[in-house]
């Protein structure tokens, strides 16, 4: 099992460019999260899908859009880019129990926006 | 006031010290904690997760959570200079039941 993947690993975008990141899991499950990591500032939640066909807004939404492909892929859009995008972007997956969420995370995606 | 805080750091322990690192959070509805560790360059990890009060122990960590006082802790005994990581703390809330609420972190050096 490759678990949650991520493409790319790395991107370079001029400000007002857009790209997609793409996430896919092999673990069935059925949530799906997208996080930002900034220095000193821990994980942010962007979205998150807790099922297929449903996303949600996290605490960091503005400037992203998603989409639940199907149960295995849950993809990242940055419409136009801006400089305070640049981050390490993880996917993560888990399965929901009411009293334990082990999120499974994916290698990561350094973005840079100059 | 955040939801989860933790001791930003960094923390420095010798090798086969106890290394504690701590958290508190402001929602008493929250209930399950995770600690998560982060290799420089890597992705989280999970290396525990409690939900009862007291103390769970796997190996060399220990979590302990506290829910009147509101705060859960890891322990690390003999510490290893491969324990050098980033420590975040999670939890959950009853009211949105799938995601994790991170804390900043708690950068822990191990020196032999």
């Known amino acids: 099992n490759a678990g949650v993947t991520q493409t790319p690993k790395f991107q370079v975008l001029k400000t007002g460019q857009s790209m997609t990141l793409q996430c896919a899991q092999d673990?069935?499950?059925?949530?799906m999260y997208w996080y930002r990591q900034d220095p000193g500032m821990g994980l942010r939640l962007i979205y998150y899908?807790?099922?297929?066909?449903?996303?949600d807004k996290g605490e960091v939404p503005n400037g992203y859009n998603v989409s639940r492909l199907n149960k295995r892929e849950f993809s990242l859009r940055l419409e136009s880019a801006a400089p305070s995008q640049t981050s390490v972007y993880f996917c993560a997956s888990s399965v929901v129990h009411p009293s334990y969420n082990e999120q499974f995370f994916g290698p990561g995606t350094r973005l840079t926006v100059l | 006031q955040k939801e989860v805080e933790q001791n930003s750091g960094p923390l420095s322990v010798p090798e086969g010290a106890i290394a504690s690192l701590n958290c508190t959070y402001s929602?008493?509805?929250?209930?399950?904690f995770f600690w998560y560790r982060q290799y420089s360059g890597k992705s989280p990890e999970l290396i525990m997760f409690i939900y009862s009060n007291g103390d769970k122990e796997d190996g060399r960590f220990t979590a302990q959570l506290n829910k009147a006082s509101q705060y859960v802790s890891l322990l690390i005994r003999d510490s290893q200079p491969s324990d050098s990581a980033t420590y975040l703390c999670?939890?959950?809330?009853?009211?949105?039941?799938?995601?994790?609420?991170f804390g900043r972190g708690t950068q822990l050096t191990v020196w032999p």
């Open positions: 899908s807790a099922s297929e066909g449903t996303t």
């Open positions: 999670a939890l959950t809330r009853g009211s949105t039941l799938g995601r994790l609420y």
């Open positions: 673990m069935n499950h059925n949530s």
């Open positions: 929602d008493r509805g929250s209930q399950s």
